[in-house]
């Protein structure tokens, strides 16, 4: 099938690759010129295990093609897949001013274009037209009329959420628990249903539903999501206050089959580009349709919480040093900025809220992650240096803060961290060391949902 995704990001790049890797000729469109010309470079404007490689494969087997020219794009297109972004307005409610600024473009092609879906043309070949950015039930019908505005020729809409996740993209596109197709006629979703077949091979279910329970899945999905990792902060914050260890009730809790074990590790909270804003937009349908949804507000107001918390905690102990309290001219090291591990993505993330006050408060921040340093850079400017590995980062530390749980920070050199701070003093966002570990080393270490370890702190300062 002949291709056009509508944005080369997290979601269109990869969406397009893999589509283009099964032998469709896709092509990715974007208004940024500079990633494209990354793109015919050769180079990922994004950070995705593995997508360079698959990128390159079918770049040379001339099956994936990267433009900015909106009409060649879409007038060749069979099938053209909105994959542009729907960040939260200043209200919460998702911005549809790229979707809509798509549908325009796409409208205006299809009228000026010759082809396949002029005249009296099959109805059946008319162009689908397929929203896959997380978009506020009712989009799809507002996508319609903006292209309807421009052209009288026949196309088909259809609603078709994307559920993969930063850091395994390829593999949760290629291997999809479920698709989930919404659209108004049996053609059409018989049509994506042929698309989508190569990618359910293991009996993965393909969902054909109407266009307005397609566009809810999404966003009832994730809030599911953010809720459960609300909810295990919340737990873990009292597990704090009364001296229970979340580590322990965790396992207890999660070895009930009804609750399972996924998505339940207390932290940070969730950031990214997706949950933050997508629980924002079910609050503010809410509040539109005057449908309480005091559940997703809590989910929310629990999140942004427990970056204050965890700053709260740094500057606790920062406040109690005899010589020289409070942050300023403080060093601190700063492991992680990514949202989460396997990702560039620095969208919402803890690391950013957290490094912004200890700015803010006096402190220098040394940071360090193995693929975000250019993505942080647009969101901390020069206010914090970047190391070339950890170890650099904790030269001369007052602190070492962990905001996102890679792999090569779990098992680190604990005797040269130690020898290399100024002070060892730990604030572990992920609980990935173990407390038994801190305190073998010597460590001042504090956690999330546990007690903190400060077996050396009254000989540290003396
Ligand atoms: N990132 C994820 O993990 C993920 C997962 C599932 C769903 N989603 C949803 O998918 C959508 C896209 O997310 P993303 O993270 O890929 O966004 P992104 O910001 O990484 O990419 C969006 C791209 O669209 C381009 N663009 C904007 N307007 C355009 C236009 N008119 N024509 C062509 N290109 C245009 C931008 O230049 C940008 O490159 C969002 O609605 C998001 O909620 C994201």
């Not at 196309?155 to 993969?164: G, Q, R």
Request: charged share 25%.
């Amino acid at each position: 099938m002949r291709i056009t995704m509508v944005g080369t990001g997290y979601v269109g790049l990869v969406t397009g690759t893999c589509f283009s890797n099964i032998g469709n000729d896709v092509t990715c469109l974007d208004i940024d010129p500079k990633k494209i010309e990354k793109l015919h470079n050769g180079i990922s404007p994004i950070y995705e295990p593995g997508l360079d490689e698959l990128i390159k494969r079918n770049v040379k087997a001339n099956r994936l093609h990267f433009t900015t020219n909106k009409a060649e794009a879409y007038q060749k297109a069979e099938i053209i897949f909105i994959c542009v972004g729907t960040p939260s307005d200043e209200a919460g409610h998702a911005d549809l001013k790229y979707v809509l600024a798509a549908a325009a473009d796409i409208g205006d092609a299809i009228e000026r274009g010759p082809g396949d879906t002029g005249g009296d043309v099959d109805e059946r070949r008319a162009k689908i037209i397929v929203v896959k950015s997380t978009v506020p039930v009712g989009t799809n019908a507002k996508v319609k009329a903006e292209i309807a505005k421009r052209t009288k020729k026949p196309f088909k809409m259809a609603s078709n959420p994307e559920f993969l996740k930063e850091g395994a993209a390829i593999n949760d596109f290629n291997k999809p628990d479920r698709v989930v197709i919404g659209c108004e006629d049996k053609g059409t979703g018989d049509r994506l249903r042929d698309l989508y077949e190569p990618f359910v091979r293991q009996g993965h279910p393909i969902f054909v539903m109407d266009v307005p329970s397609a566009e809810m899945v999404k966003y009832a999905a994730n809030a599911m999501l953010a809720t459960k990792i609300s909810f295990i902060n919340e737990i873990a914050n009292l597990c704090e206050a009364y001296g229970a260890d979340i580590d322990e009730v965790r396992r207890g809790m999660c070895s009930d089959k009804r609750i399972g074990n996924q998505f339940l590790y207390p932290g940070l909270g969730y950031g990214g580009s997706c949950f933050p804003k997508d629980v924002l937009a079910c609050v503010a349908m809410g509040e539109k349709s005057e449908t309480p949804t005091t559940l997703l507000k809590s989910v929310h107001q629990v999140n942004q919480r427990q970056r204050q918390a965890f700053i709260a905690k740094i500057e606790s102990h920062f406040r109690s040093l005899p010589d020289h309290p409070g942050l300023a001219g403080k060093k601190i090291a700063v492991w992680g900025i990514a949202f989460k591990p396997g990702t560039d993505d620095v969208r919402e993330a803890p690391s950013i809220t957290i490094m912004q006050h200890l700015v803010k408060a006096g402190a220098t921040i040394v940071a360090y992650d193995p693929v975000a340093h250019e993505t942080a850079h647009h969101f901390m400017n020069d206010t914090i240096t970047y190391a070339s590995d950890p170890m650099a980062a904790i030269d001369g530390a007052d602190a070492l803060i962990i905001c996102t749980d890679w792999d090569e920070f779990k098992q680190p050199d604990f005797e040269g961290i130690k020898s290399r701070m100024a002070s060892p003093v730990v604030f572990d966002g992920r609980n990935i060391w173990r407390r038994e570990a801190a305190r073998e080393f010597g460590f001042v270490y504090h956690s999330v949902g546990r007690e903190p370890v400060l077996g050396e702190q009254a000989c540290l300062w003396q």
